[in-house]
């Protein structure tokens, strides 16, 4: 017998106007292809170190690791592959892990306990913090081989002890920036890497199989002697460079200047908040994007670790794409940011929305424009009395006299007009508002 084709149910009819907002609402996000993650067992990965800052966490970031208005460190490196018998390979367990990302994050301030994981003080994780950078060849500043000496005198005072940890402070800045810096005399730095897996026990009555958890570890400079030459007739013209020597300490030009033993020493001015360092990168993966979006955008306060780690590394890639900290700061979500790490900031991107001397907008700047009634009144959707929401729009045509433009929306390039004549809708200058990101 025949299959007999099944009838398709009219949802549009039952479901009425929200299929058209529901389209609307969700249409221009990124698509979401799943969370990819390191695998759990990689022994001896190498991967490139691409950031290193420090910020001040918005939310309880990081499992509340750091407390909201506390400040974490963190670092990230983009993989390579793992060194094997027969050189580097980035295929592991059947799966390409070249291009993803590891990361380290330390809190820079005492961690309260939570569940089974005790309270750790700030000096516990200020050792994470020193360790890792000695693992990255950067030493503390302790008066040894040519380093400043921040000892603290005896007797010294909170003033003295406050200057020192600012000079500190602008120690650890400068090596941050010297690390990821595109233009390092020695090259790139390259860290050596591994990853374990566990599972946390079942819960009590559950009958959900706990979510295996990947615990990523930096164990120092990767030796990049073990690194074959690329093959040119592979189609790579270069590669790294056969050794990975230290990291340099920071520049003296950079560094704090020394305390003296009688004074209070000499702090630096104050630092910004955020101190972030990028460097230049490989184009990202459109796809990778996506992933971190969608883990981003489902956790988008940054309360798990996931999350956390997802939104910091596309804030990365918006960095060292050539976005500034407050174009990503105001940045209306994680999908924008991830638009950012695509898109370069130009004449051509949302972001660069260009006016002419005098603030009217000029002829192809973007903005957003919300569709009105002539009296200027947002339009509202008749069924649940919400305004509609703006659209990101190009201008067509400018009257700088009745201070009006044309525009079209950016998603299908089609002019916005009246719906009975057909005629170019004329938007007022003040009914236009800025793209937030």
Not at 53 to 81: I, N
Not at 300 to 310: C, I, L, N, S
Not at 365 to 371: D, M, Q, V
Request: charged share 20%.
């Amino acid at each position: 017998m025949a299959m007999q084709e099944q009838p398709m149910s009219d949802f549009a009819r039952r479901l009425g106007a929200r299929v058209a907002e529901a389209n609307q609402e969700h249409a221009a996000k990124s698509i979401d292809t799943g969370n990819r993650r390191l695998p759990p067992g990689i022994r001896n990965g190498v991967a490139k170190l691409s950031t290193a800052y420090t910020k001040a966490s918005e939310a309880d970031e990081h499992d509340a690791k750091t407390p909201k208005g506390e400040t974490f460190f963190r670092a990230s490196a983009t993989v390579m592959g793992r060194l094997t018998a027969a050189g580097l390979t980035t295929e592991f367990d059947g799966e390409d892990i070249s291009g993803m990302i590891t990361s380290q994050v330390i809190p820079l301030c005492d961690s309260p306990a939570k569940g089974k994981r005790k309270a750790k003080t700030f000096s516990e994780n200020w050792d994470d913090f020193q360790n890792l950078f000695k693992l990255l060849g950067v030493f503390p500043p302790d008066g040894r081989e040519g380093r400043p000496d921040y000892t603290i005198p005896q007797n010294a005072t909170d003033a003295v002890k406050i200057g020192l940890g600012q000079a500190i402070q602008a120690y650890y800045f400068a090596a941050m920036k010297s690390l990821v810096d595109p233009q390092r005399p020695q090259g790139p730095v390259y860290i050596e890497f591994s990853t374990r897996g566990w599972k946390p026990p079942k819960l009590p009555g559950s009958n959900e199989e706990p979510q295996e958890l990947t615990f990523e570890t930096w164990h120092g400079l990767a030796d990049m002697s073990k690194v074959p030459a690329p093959d040119p007739a592979a189609g790579m013209s270069a590669g790294p460079p056969p050794t990975n020597p230290p990291a340099a300490p920071p520049s003296s030009r950079t560094q704090a200047p020394a305390p003296t033993r009688s004074a209070p020493p000499v702090a630096p001015s104050p630092a910004p908040p955020t101190q972030v360092a990028t460097a230049a990168l490989e184009p990202p993966d459109p796809a990778l994007v996506a992933e971190l979006v969608a883990l981003a955008m489902a956790d988008p306060e940054g309360a798990t670790q996931d999350g956390a780690a997802a939104a910091g590394q596309l804030e990365d890639m918006a960095l060292a794409n050539g976005w500034t900290e407050d174009q990503t700061g105001k940045a209306a979500n994680w999908a924008a940011v991830g638009e950012m790490a695509l898109t370069k900031p130009s004449a051509e991107s949302p972001a660069a929305a260009t006016s002419s001397a005098n603030g009217q907008p000029t002829a192809g700047s973007r903005w957003r424009f919300a569709k009105r009634d002539q009296t200027g009144n947002k339009l509202k959707n008749a069924a649940t009395g919400a305004e509609f929401p703006a659209q990101d729009v190009e201008v067509v045509s400018v009257d700088p006299v009745a201070k009006t433009c044309t525009v079209k929306t950016t998603h299908d390039g089609k002019e916005i007009v009246n719906i009975r004549t057909k005629a170019a809708v004329p938007v007022k200058f003040e009914w236009l508002e800025t793209i937030p990101y």
